[in-house]
């Protein structure tokens, strides 16, 4: 079992950034992915970025591209998502995931799952 812990979220202006971090524990593997999905209310959970073990391959949503920043420090088992220029749009439960297997943006594939941390961002 893996348990994947979220800190970092809370209520900010728009424009403003805050960091997102992710920390791993139980039976996790330095190979594993590493993904930030997020769920506003009324809507569906979406991909925000994710991350392959080693950090070569990243990925963002066209939403986030240029402003959110995903990176891991596998010596922590931790992943980040920095965030920068917020929007109320961002406003969302952010959540971090990790699956057993390659990079993907596809929230069904990821095995384990954090239990979400708050992001709101007020105009």
């Known amino acids: 079992q893996v348990q994947l812990v979220e800190s970092g979220g809370g209520l900010v202006q728009a424009g403003d950034s805050l960091t997102l971090s992710c920390v791993a524990s139980?039976?996790?593997?330095?190979?594993?992915?590493m993904g930030w999905f997020r769920q506003a209310p009324g809507k569906e959970r979406g991909f925000v970025a994710a991350?392959?073990?080693?950090?070569?391959?990243?990925g963002y949503v066209d939403s986030v591209k240029d402003r959110f920043t995903i990176s891991r420090d596998n010596a922590k088992n931790t992943v980040y998502l920095q965030m920068n220029s917020l929007k109320p749009e961002d406003t969302a439960v952010y959540y971090c995931?990790?699956?057993?297997?390659?990079?993907?943006?596809?929230?069904?594939?990821?095995?384990?799952w954090g239990q979400g941390t708050q992001v709101t961002v007020s105009s």
């Open positions: 995931a990790t699956r057993r297997l390659g990079y993907s943006i596809r929230d069904f594939e990821y095995d384990y």
């Open positions: 991350t392959s073990w080693s950090g070569r391959t990243i």
């Open positions: 139980g039976r996790i593997q330095s190979y594993y992915a």
